[in-house]
Nanobody, 119 residues
Framework: QVQVVESGGGLVQAGGSLRLSCAAS????????MGWFRQGPGKEREFVAR????????YYADSVKGRFTISRDNAKNTVYLQMNSLKPEDTAVYYC????????????WGQGTQVTVSS
């Protein structure tokens, strides 16, 4: 079992930056990847970024590529999402999730953290 807890959300003006944190606990050594997703008002949840724990490769949605960076601190069992050049359309609840294997979806989800970008 793995638990993930997000933090770092808040209100920021357009063009600003925020860094989200995802602290993982439990059997994290067995996880394949950690990812960030978001759900904006009236929208479906969408993929934002992924960090493959074995190998360290990253993958981003086109909408955030070049502005967001996903990274990991092994010592703290924490994954970060650095968000720069924020836009009002980035407003959403951001969720962290852990994926057990390369096959299938994400298995463990956090409660989410609100990010609001004002224009």
């Amino acid at each position: 079992q793995v638990q993930v807890v997000e933090s770092g959300g808040g209100l920021v003006q357009a063009g600003g930056s925020l860094r989200l944190s995802c602290a993982a606990s439990g059997r994290t050594f067995s996880m394949y990847a950690m990812g960030w997703f978001r759900q904006g008002p009236g929208k479906e949840r969408e993929f934002v970024a992924r960090f493959r724990l074995k190998g360290g490769s990253t993958y981003y949605a086109d909408s955030v590529k070049g502005r967001f960076t996903i990274s990991r601190d092994n010592a703290k069992n924490t994954v970060y999402l650095q968000m720069n050049s924020l836009k009002p359309e980035d407003t959403a609840v951001y969720y962290c999730a852990a994926q057990k294997t390369v096959v299938g979806g994400y298995d463990y989800w956090g409660q989410g953290t609100q990010v609001t970008v004002s224009s």
